[in-house]
């Protein structure tokens, strides 16, 4: 068990520096997904269900999916910033 543990810590300590290492958004998001997800785990082992569900859903869940809509509208942003532009340029 404690293998287990050290396993989740140091997947948990690779998904900290990752995320801020990463220079991808989305890459960024699907890391932070997977260290919420671990810490969920984690939570479970500590024998604290609550806190592990609350992670589970508003960690990994909620928050990503608000971090993909707003890539998603940041994405949309750009994009009509860019025929605002050609069309000031022709």
């Given at each position: 068990?404690?293998?287990?543990?050290?396993?989740?810590?140091?997947?948990?300590?690779?998904?900290?520096?990752?995320?801020?290492?990463?220079?991808?958004?989305?890459?960024?998001?699907?890391?932070?997904?997977?260290?919420?997800?671990i810490?969920a785990?984690?939570?479970?082992?500590?024998?604290s269900?609550?806190l592990?569900?609350?992670?589970a859903?508003?960690?990994a869940?909620?928050?990503s999916?608000?971090?993909?809509?707003?890539?998603?509208?940041?994405?949309q942003?750009r994009e009509?910033?860019?025929?605002?532009?050609n069309?000031?340029?022709e």
């Amino acid at each position: 068990m404690i293998i287990i543990e050290y396993m989740l810590l140091t997947f948990l300590i690779v998904c900290a520096l990752s995320v801020s290492i990463s220079k991808n958004l989305l890459n960024s998001v699907i890391i932070f997904m997977s260290y919420s997800l671990i810490m969920a785990v984690i939570w479970v082992l500590l024998r604290s269900p609550d806190l592990a569900i609350t992670e589970a859903a508003v960690g990994a869940g909620v928050t990503s999916v608000l971090f993909f809509i707003a890539l998603r509208r940041l994405a949309q942003m750009r994009e009509h910033f860019r025929k605002e532009t050609n069309q000031e340029i022709e």
